[in-house]
């Protein structure tokens, strides 16, 4: 096997796996954004109704 096809085999198998680390990466960026925005809207619903629940009894 000739030097030149070594090395575009190494550079293929490079950008083989930064191509695989960018979509991995892509998906755990939106599934942050997803959990932060559910994270807090859970803690706001939480904060409205642990309000109402302290209330003194008349």
């Known amino acids: 096997m000739s ?3 070594k090395v575009v085999g ?3 198998v490079i950008w083989l796996g930064l191509a695989v680390l960018g979509a991995v990466f892509k998906a755990l ?3 942050l954004i ?4 559910l994270f807090v809207g859970t803690a706001a ?3 409205i109704k642990g309000r109402n629940q ?3 009894p008349r």
């Open 3 to 5: 030097t030149i096809w």
């Open 10 to 12: 190494v550079l293929l």
């Open 45 to 47: 619903y939480g904060a």
């Open 29 to 31: 960026w939106w599934l």
């Open 54 to 56: 302290k209330q003194l």
């Open 34 to 37: 997803v959990g932060a925005v």
